[in-house]
């Protein structure tokens, strides 16, 4: 080899490197996008048998049936004429297919009903989590005048003078019967059996890829890269647990009223990330998306497309204070649009409840 082949193969190799890395990124495949995100737990398939948690479950059947019961009788409401159930509905993804949900005086809450799926694997609860356990939320939502306007005495009082129910609290739980603990316990346990998994979108990750139509396959592309909707909706529970302002149209301030930060103006002064819970709510799980329309805090979306449609514009709230620096117009096209709701389909578990 002479001196000038030499000199010329010097330019050529990392150029021939550069080109081929180049190329190899542009054909990366879905299926090669996926595993990579696999790898980093972005995208992970539940399986409840292997889930650390598992032994904070209750798995006594006996006690999660009649939390069931309990779930939907009405007698846990003031005025015996509302359930759990009436607002979260299993058949409506527990939601309640309305914009809000009516409680025992009549009156509609302040927030849109949120879905059961997965709640365990939740850090906090409400959709500005002020609640820090599953405890803490029952006795909020029990208390509530919104809601139930019940109280622990009131329950236990009214649960005890019920002859099956007494007897089905002393078999299942001998020396205590009904009291506010083993009462919570039921409830909560059956709350925490409410899982969704084995849906399309689980197999897919588990390695049939097959179960995708063609749509599907797209709207996933795009859920993990030009939407980028993974950066907020990721891992087992499609949610990273924490707080964004997406740009929904709405007055209700959100979790900036539990930080105590921009209730006043100080948001405005305050820098990034202090006032990002400025209009911020709980990213959703997206488990079971399909089934608990209507959508967002507000329930202010009434399909899935027209939630990615604001997405796609960037969000709708004309006050930018807060947005979230993901959120901005994405560009995508009618048929992509149509991919993403295709997709967000997938996410739908077989399981009853
Ligand atoms: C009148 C309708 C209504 C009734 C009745 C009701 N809820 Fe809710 N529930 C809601 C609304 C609305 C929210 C969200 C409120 C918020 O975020 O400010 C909610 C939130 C929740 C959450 C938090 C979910 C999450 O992802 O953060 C749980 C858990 C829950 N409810 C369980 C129950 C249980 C158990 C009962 C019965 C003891 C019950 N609810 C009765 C309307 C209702
Ligand atoms: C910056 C974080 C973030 C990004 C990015 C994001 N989301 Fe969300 N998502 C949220 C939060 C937070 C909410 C609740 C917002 C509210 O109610 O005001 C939400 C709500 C939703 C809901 C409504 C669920 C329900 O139960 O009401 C759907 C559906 C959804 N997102 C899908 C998507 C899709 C599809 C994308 C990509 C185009 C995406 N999200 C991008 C954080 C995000």
């Not at 309990?70 to 509905?89: G, I, P, Q, Y």
């Not at 799980?285 to 507000?298: E, M, T």
């Amino acid at each position: 080899m002479n001196n000038h082949v030499l000199k010329s193969l010097v330019f050529v190799i990392p150029f021939a490197f550069f080109f081929l890395s180049f190329v190899s990124l542009k054909t990366e495949t879905l299926e090669e996008k996926v595993e990579k995100l696999k790898k980093e737990r972005k995208l992970v398939a539940f399986h409840p048998e292997n889930d650390k948690v598992k032994n904070r479950r209750y798995s006594n059947k006996g006690i999660i049936d009649l939390g069931k019961t309990l779930f939907h009788d009405k007698v846990l409401s003031r005025n015996n004429n509302v359930s759990c159930a009436s607002c979260h509905e299993n058949t409506k993804g527990f939601s309640n297919g309305e914009r809000f949900g009516t409680g025992t005086h009549g009156n509609k809450t302040v927030r849109n009903v949120p879905h059961l799926y997965n709640l365990d694997m939740n850090m906090s609860f409400f959709w500005d989590g002020r609640a820090t356990s599953l405890d803490e939320q029952l006795g909020m939502v029990i208390t509530s005048k919104d809601e139930l306007d019940m109280d622990f005495t009131e329950i236990v009082t009214r649960l005890k003078a019920n002859e099956t129910y007494k007897l089905k609290f002393d078999s299942l739980f001998p020396g205590d019967g009904v009291t506010k603990k083993t009462f919570s316990q039921a409830v909560i346990a059956y709350e925490k059996s409410i899982q969704s998994y084995g849906s399309l979108y689980d197999k897919y990750l588990d390695g049939d890829t097959s179960v995708f139509n063609e749509k599907q396959k797209k709207g996933f592309e795009l859920f993990i890269t030009k939407a980028n909707c993974i950066t907020c909706h990721k891992g087992v529970n499609l949610t990273d647990a924490v707080f964004h302002n997406v740009g929904v149209k709405t007055d209700d301030i959100g979790r900036s009223k539990i930080d105590k930060i921009g209730m006043s103006n100080e948001f405005n002064s305050t820098p990034y990330p202090f006032f990002s819970t400025f209009k911020a709510f709980k990213t959703p799980s997206l488990r079971n998306v399909k089934n608990s329309a209507p959508y967002f805090h507000d329930g202010s979306k009434k399909t899935l497309r027209d939630v990615v449609e604001m997405y796609n514009k960037g969000g709708e709230n004309p006050d930018q204070t807060g947005l979230a620096k993901e959120i901005r117009p994405l560009g995508l096209n009618e048929q992509e649009l149509e991919a993403l709701v295709e997709f967000l389909g997938t996410f739908s578990s077989p399981n009853e409840y």
